[in-house]
């Protein structure tokens, strides 16, 4: 394809040309951490969603539903994001088509995550400062429509960019390729594109979330008889936006990688070292700190937890007391 006139060639993504090194014991050994790392999370997660589901008040009830569905969802994605990172440090070619299907599903996965987190705000926000409409207005019913609608909206972008793509190339599926989600990337607009969904997820969500937390923190002050309740409430706020500050920084990893190949320019031994450090901190560990928050956060769901993982030894009573 040419390499002119916006075309892909001119939005070429240098770690694309990086991994034919080789996989030495230092390379293995990082990807053997990032690799088991993200299948711990995900067990971990795993876990928290059986003790969910163990319990029929937990499943129909707004706010653990949403958490059910963020955590099957981050499981999701460290998944297929980790399928996708070994496959591309090991250099390794695959159909287009599986390809498509895993771009697909880590795009959608990894915008879940904070859209999810905003509608866990806007539940709790309706709890505390409408408590009286809150059960007329989340239902399980319109949490689930909830849920799907921010699936309609994480793949609007991704849906266009592979209708474009089969559009202009029809045999587009056919073939072997190194999976990066810039194939998809035909011409430079859709870059632009690209880079403006994420800015507008990004100002969204954090619009959302501190509106309906100020609002929250108004709330319990106004109606606390003392500092203390307050004070927690202060509390409860400042941890879901640490949480909200651990999802959304997983959007800087692409910037935050063109920026480290810039500044090593050819010296592609410490770009990749300093590429799995990005990959670690910023993307995998935030996705999965942040379930894990919020589950140890919770007083119903984290003795339930602790009963599960410990393979139910008695050791932990588990509690059911919802609030």
Request: hydrophobic share 50%; aromatic share 14%; charged share 15%.
């Amino acid at each position: 394809m040419a390499s002119s006139n916006g075309t892909v060639g001119d939005v070429s993504f240098t770690y694309q040309q990086i991994f034919n090194l080789e996989m030495d014991v230092g390379l293995s050994t990082k990807t053997a951490v990032a690799v088991l790392t993200s299948l711990f999370f995900c067990v971990v997660n795993c876990v928290m969603f059986f003790a969910l589901k163990s319990k029929r008040i937990f499943q129909e009830t707004p706010r653990y539903i949403l958490f059910g569905h963020m955590l099957m969802n981050d499981s999701v994605l460290l998944l297929v994001t980790t399928i996708m990172y070994a496959v591309a440090l090991c250099f390794l070619p695959i159909p287009k088509s599986i390809c498509t299907l895993l771009v697909f599903i880590s795009y959608c996965t990894f915008r879940n995550a904070p859209l999810t987190l905003a509608l866990m705000s806007l539940e709790r926000y309706v709890a505390i400062c409408f408590p009286l409409r809150h059960c007329n207005i989340a239902t399980p019913k319109r949490t689930g429509i909830a849920i799907g609608f921010i699936w309609i909206l994480s793949s609007i972008n991704i849906i266009t960019d592979i209708i474009f793509v089969l559009t202009v190339n029809p045999d587009y599926l056919a073939g072997i390729i190194f999976c990066t989600l810039e194939k998809l990337f035909l011409f430079r607009w859709q870059l632009d594109k690209y880079q403006a969904f994420d800015v507008l997820y990004f100002v969204s969500v954090a619009v959302i979330i501190i509106f309906t937390y100020i609002s929250i923190m108004i709330t319990a002050r106004s109606v606390s008889s003392d500092k203390d309740s307050a004070k927690k409430a202060l509390k409860t706020a400042l941890l879901h936006l640490i949480q909200l500050g651990l999802c959304l920084t997983s959007f800087l990893y692409t910037s935050i990688e063109r920026t480290l190949y810039m500044m090593t320019g050819s010296n592609s031994s410490l770009f990749i070292n300093l590429r799995y450090l990005n990959f670690l901190i910023i993307l995998i560990l935030p996705r999965c700190l942040s379930p894990l928050i919020y589950g140890m956060r919770d007083e119903a769901v984290w003795p339930l937890f602790k009963y599960f993982f410990c393979y139910r030894s008695g050791k932990v009573k588990p509690s059911i007391n919802v609030h």
